[in-house]
């Protein structure tokens, strides 16, 4: 019975097999960065890093690494000018099925003031992709494949180079973005070649913060992902900020899941939790998810918390 159920995982992990895997993060108010290199250090000069384990108790299901570091050049004093850049980096490693995928990503984000308040932002990312294919974990169907059937009992790596690109509006109490990931669809490749190009990932996000008192601060974001090869990504979240110390709230994957969510603030560190159940109509296995997620703030003063 086992191997029957992971084998019917492993068929279901085998549907974005020639494309980019779809990065699922229920916290992703908090890594915008990484979804849009204009929003880079956005929440101020941070370190992150986060952990997701996706349909708990199953062989194979999908494991999630992640960690940034996102320095605002303002911080460190200067000129004006050199305070309106900031610079990160991000590092996943995803696990999915018979592939291990490692990204990197190396963001530069500038801002314009276009009022006394709100800030128009631009920024770039230099997107280094290295998969990995273990043909010994190889479904049946995979097995059969042409590209794939090579590979069965051995191992293969891939490398891609590409370029992430983005822009947003950016107010303390609101945002909106719109960025571009693999706008070369993986053009630049070396290696062994097991996949098509990648598909361009249309992105945008937005959120609003209202703070109703000194102790009660409503959050809510949303996502938006369009991509040729999968449905359409629609992700939403709301959060209750209590005396700028904890959170709780809960959030929605449109036809897919829901979750429950919380947090605590200790200073400089950040650390949040995220519990999350498929839908019964989206027809995955019925296993959580757990999500752990924890910042630290690299210099003094407030920082923005979506």
Do not use: C
């Amino acid at each position: 019975m086992k191997k029957i159920t992971t084998l019917f995982l492993a068929l279901l992990l085998s549907l974005g097999a020639f494309a980019q895997s779809r990065k699922y993060m229920s916290q992703f108010s908090h890594l915008q960065g990484y979804f849009n290199p204009a929003l880079t250090a956005y929440e101020g000069s941070m370190v992150k890093g986060l952990v997701r384990n996706q349909w708990a108790g199953w062989e194979g299901a999908p494991k999630s690494y992640f960690v940034s570091a996102e320095l605002d050049f303002a911080n460190l004093g200067g000129s004006s000018d050199a305070g309106k850049n900031a610079v990160g980096i991000n590092l996943l490693n995803d696990e999915y099925g018979a592939f291990t995928e490692s990204e990197l990503i190396l963001s530069y984000a500038t801002r314009i003031q276009v009022s006394e308040k709100a800030g128009l932002r631009m920024g770039a990312g230099l997107n280094i992709n290295s998969i990995r294919l273990d043909g010994t974990r190889l479904t049946t169907e995979q097995a059969n494949d042409p590209t794939l059937a090579q590979y069965v009992g051995g191992f293969a790596d891939m490398n891609v180079l590409d370029l992430n690109i983005g822009m947003s509006i950016t107010h303390p109490d609101y945002y909106i973005s719109y960025g571009v990931n693999n706008v070369n669809q993986g053009s630049i490749s070396s290696g062994d070649v097991f996949m098509d190009k990648k598909p361009r990932v249309s992105i945008a996000q937005a959120g609003y913060r209202n703070r109703f008192s000194e102790s009660l601060t409503l959050i809510t974001n949303a996502m938006w992902r369009r991509q040729s090869d999968l449905p359409t990504n629609v992700e939403l979240n709301m959060k209750f900020l209590f005396k700028d110390k904890f959170w709780v709230g809960g959030g929605h994957r449109v036809d897919y899941a829901n979750n429950a969510q919380l947090g605590v603030l200790m200073g400089k560190l950040r650390f949040g939790y995220v519990y999350e159940w498929p839908m019964l109509k989206s027809y995955l296995l019925p296993n959580q998810t757990h999500e752990f997620m924890v910042s630290m703030r690299l210099f003094g003063g407030n920082s923005t918390i979506w």
